[in-house]
């Protein structure tokens, strides 16, 4: 007799939803959190000494509302009273050279993009022609980067828009990130850019209802989700961190420092990178290829900075991708979406900028490397500072509040050379969940994929 049916580790949104999943399919579950608070990368909290301005982790669109895996898993097992309220995102401008034009979703928004040269813009529908001719003959574009079938002759402007495509896309820039990764056949529409329907799904154009912002912000989301699990049926610890997951055959112990807890099966979902130095199995070891598969993940790095305004300076409905800023960034300003997100007569607005990887930030990196590390964060917080001073000239006189995040938002990006996790893991009785777990998809779309997968298998393995 086990004290629980399954083991969750980790209180992201990944590991919330298997267990509301887990539970409503009858089983008892235990919730294990390493922090004092729930939800991971996919929270709100109101910013200290600055009553009235909540945050999110990072600024959000969530994405494939209406049909989308996180669709499904709220129909399946959220309380349909408490369901969360979305506020379409709207749309996606993007700024080079000081303009803004909405993002080019279909051929003919492409020829009328006058932000990037004529040029250009003939040149990569070319390249694009050739990749779908490439992967019309079978040719694997999976090791292909981006990079590599840009034409010689595209400009400088030309490459970075494709460069801050890939970081917003996959999190890697274009020298990492696979050609495969943006091609797809399937959900393409009639009068979009043939085979990158992976573009479309993420790139709204004005009056589609499939992205949106939760009323209320990212809590709200978390708040519909944790009402919704069934009375007595689930038990979420905080501050309780994992250290050691013992498997024997039919029975798993997941052991934290406060005490130890024996059960049928354990999902984990905190960084799969780190989980060889949690395994220990009787009379064995997990295999060394398996090892090396998840020692070589590469995660996402993000900096947002949210500022508070004395004044409504973004005035559109939907963000701003600023292609030429350095860092590149995308700027939300979710008091657009709420305006209850920041004190009467302000405006709220998150920047996000992707940082570049640092050996210095693994969790066995030597001292003298994480002091390096640290070095060049601080060096991109004043980039990143100054890339907003610079592309709104006089937004320092409306500034009342400032507050930076760095934050891990997916734990493994899909590059080239890179690992990648797996729902299924060589030991029988754990498997994974989260962002490193399953490659469909990003963000919060790819969690909840991996809790389905983690269901279809469960299902497989007669455990549900
Ligand atoms: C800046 C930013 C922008 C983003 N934008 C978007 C967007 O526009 N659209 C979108 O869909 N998504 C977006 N995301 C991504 C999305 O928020 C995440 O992908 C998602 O929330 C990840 O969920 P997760 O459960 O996989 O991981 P996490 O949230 O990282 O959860 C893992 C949890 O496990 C816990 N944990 C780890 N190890 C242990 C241990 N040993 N013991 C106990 N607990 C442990 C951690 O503390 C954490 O709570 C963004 C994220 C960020 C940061």
């Not at 399954?6 to 990944?14: D, T």
């Not at 235990?30 to 982790?57: A, I, M, Q």
Request: proline fraction near 6%.
């Amino acid at each position: 007799m086990t004290d629980y049916g399954v083991v969750v580790v980790g209180a992201g949104i990944s590991g919330l939803l298997s267990a509301l999943a887990l539970s409503k399919e009858g089983k008892r579950v235990l919730v294990l959190e390493k922090e004092n608070f729930l939800g991971g990368v996919c929270r709100s909290y109101e910013v200290e000494g600055y009553p009235g301005y909540w945050v999110d982790t990072g600024v959000h669109a969530l994405t494939r509302l209406e049909r989308g895996p996180l669709r499904e898993l709220m129909n399946r097992y959220f309380d349909p009273a408490v369901l969360p309220r979305f506020v379409p995102f709207g749309t996606y401008y993007v700024r080079i050279g000081g303009r803004t034009k909405p993002f080019p979703w279909s051929v003919k928004d492409w020829l009328m993009f006058d932000l990037l040269p004529t040029k250009d813009r003939l040149l990569l529908m070319k390249s694009l022609f050739n990749v779908l001719y490439l992967s019309s003959v079978g040719k694997d574009l999976s090791a292909v980067p981006i990079s590599a079938i840009l034409p010689a002759k595209l400009s400088a402007k030309g490459r970075r828009f494709l460069d801050w495509l890939s970081y917003f896309m996959l999190g890697t820039s274009a020298e990492n990130a696979p050609v495969s990764r943006f091609i797809d056949n399937k959900n393409h529409k009639p009068n979009s850019i043939p085979y990158i329907g992976k573009i479309y799904n993420l790139l709204i154009s004005e009056g589609a209802r499939d992205q949106g912002y939760p009323e209320g912000g990212l809590q709200s989301l978390l708040g519909s989700l944790l009402k919704s699990f069934p009375k007595n049926r689930v038990e979420v610890k905080t501050g309780e961190e994992v250290v050691k997951i013992n498997s024997e055959r039919e029975v798993a112990e997941v052991v934290t420092r406060a005490g130890s807890y024996s059960c049928e099966a354990v999902v984990y979902s905190g960084p799969a990178s780190s989980l060889p130095d949690l395994v220990e199995i009787e009379g064995g070891e997990l295999p060394g290829e398996y090892v090396e598969n998840l020692r070589s993940i590469r995660a996402v790095n993000s900096l947002t900075i949210w500022l508070g305004l004395t004044r409504k300076i973004f005035k559109n409905r939907g963000s701003e991708m600023w292609v030429d800023s350095d860092p590149y960034a995308w700027v939300v300003p979710t008091s657009n979406y709420d305006p209850k997100l920041a004190p009467h007569g302000r405006q709220l607005v998150g920047f996000t900028f992707s940082l570049p990887e640092s050996e210095g930030y693994k969790a066995n990196a030597k001292a003298n490397a994480k002091a390096n590390a640290e070095r060049e964060r601080r060096r991109e917080r004043r980039k990143a500072f100054d890339a907003i001073l610079k592309t709104v000239p006089g937004i320092e006189r409306a500034v009342e509040m400032v507050h930076c995040q760095e934050l891990v938002p997916e734990k493994a990006c899909w590059a080239i050379n890179a690992g990648f996790g797996d729902v299924r893991t060589p030991v029988k009785n754990l498997y994974t969940v989260g962002t490193d777990a399953e490659k469909r998809s990003a963000g919060i779309s790819r969690a909840a994929y991996s809790v389905l997968r983690f269901l279809e298998v469960l299902r497989a393995d007669k455990i549900l």
